[in-house]
């Protein structure tokens, strides 16, 4: 990968975690604001989660001399828990993010750097992606509404 190539792909990545952030902000809000505490938690840990992973990516970039660049890729809100659980599934499914994430770590074979800090990125969505998965499977086995019970309150 070229040094023109590594720093397109942290602009995407960054562009892509500070967006994920800010929508994730505003769910912590939507939820907390519905009652359910426990979820909102989960939002504001992800959105904080994706922040540092859009600093650390901007970082790099300065670090290897390249220009950061400001974008923003638009974001689904949801009011319904579950409506985001399922969002947040498909992203998975669809977009690969883990694989693709591991095959960009292996590819930077030049750039120990860089790499570890794709390999962070991966660890960070696969417990993300286990996450999600936990609690989709929970809800499959109590229903929606039990599981919305056990997300009220802080």
Known sequence: MTLDEKIKMLNDYAIAWYSSSQADYIHEATFRAQGFGKFAD??????????????????????????????????????????LLKDWDDG???QKGVEELEKVAASLTDDSITRKLVESFVECESDHRAWVAKHLGIIEKIGYDNYLIEQLGD
């Open 92 to 94: 998975f499914r669809e």
């Open 42 to 83: 989960r939002c504001k840990e992800e959105a904080e989660e994706e922040l540092e992973e859009a600093i650390k990516c901007t970082e790099r970039i300065v670090a290897l001399g390249g220009q950061p660049v400001f974008g923003c890729v638009e974001q689904p809100i949801f009011c319904e828990i579950k409506d």
